[in-house]
């Protein structure tokens, strides 16, 4: 069953005694995984399994949601169920040279171009928002920071010459000794204050130190991997391919 509830939970139309348990705030119990509810014949997702939330994570509930019941019409354990498919392939192409777009901007976002206030002010019916054209839709697009290609570190290949320190506009790559995570975030190039991002942290190097990076503030420019001479960074492109319903997400193909 497909249920549409818009942006308020209420659910006095379920009968209590349908084998669906509440919480005290009125919320269904739903599990995280399995968007099953008490009643095992029963799923929810979007604003009505947890609240609201945005259409990103509706949309991901309702494929947990199918990959659930797929494997529930079929018999199976619906807790049992394949992870993603994760890749990182290197964008590599030349010395200078990357598959994608790594010049930074250092552009403000463009405002997007409004009605005249006049006309826009005398009828209801006028769209305010004129939209990009072409040349400003290429512009902003080229501020993307190409979150999707990630700064990957080989240890073994690295001699510890500092290039890449030297290079990164946002010093966000140390080389020192190990230690704890808050004084170690102290001590960086650039101090990492937003804890909430993890740092990346190789394994020990020759000379015993590490190296530490602050994700929070990497421009995905690709730099350190121009400079660095021996190929220790790479830039590579993430790939997620989540699981599917159907004959894939089955144990019994
Ligand atoms: S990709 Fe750019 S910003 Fe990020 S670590 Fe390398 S040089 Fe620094
Ligand atoms: S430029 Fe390369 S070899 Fe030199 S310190 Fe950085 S990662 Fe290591």
């Not at 250092?106 to 006028?126: C, E, F, M, N, T």
């Amino acid at each position: 069953m497909l249920i549409a509830v818009g942006q308020e939970n209420s659910f006095p139309w379920i009968e209590r005694d349908a084998g669906i348990d509440f919480n005290p705030s009125g919320m269904p119990v739903v599990d995280k995984t399995t968007f099953q509810s008490t009643q095992p014949r029963v799923f929810f997702g979007g604003d009505a399994a947890f609240g609201p939330k945005n259409i990103i994570w509706a949309v991901a509930h309702g494929r947990d949601a199918a990959i659930s019941i797929d494997k529930f019409c079929n018999g199976e354990d619906v807790r049992v169920r394949p992870g993603p498919l994760v890749n990182l392939v290197s964008q590599k192409m030349g010395i200078h040279e990357w598959s994608y777009d790594n010049d930074i901007s250092g552009d403000l976002r463009h405002k997007v171009p409004l009605k005249d206030q006049v006309i826009a002010l005398k009828s209801i019916k006028v769209e305010v928002e004129l939209g990009f054209d072409a040349k400003m839709a290429f512009a902003e697009a080229q501020r993307c920071l190409n979150c999707d290609v990630q700064t990957v570190f080989s240890p073994p290949l690295c001699i510890e010459c500092d290039a890449c320190v030297d290079i990164c506009p946002m010093d966000c790559i140390t080389f020192t000794a190990n230690g704890e995570e808050k004084e170690l975030r102290g001590r960086l190039s650039a101090p990492a204050g937003e804890f909430s991002q993890d740092l990346y942290i190789s394994d020990l190097l020759k000379t015993g130190r590490i190296m530490a990076k602050d994700e929070d503030v990497c421009l995905h420019c690709g730099l350190c991997a121009e400079r660095c001479p021996t190929g220790a960074w790479d830039m590579r492109k993430f790939l997620l391919d989540v699981t599917h319903a159907g004959p894939a997400c089955r144990s019994q193909k």
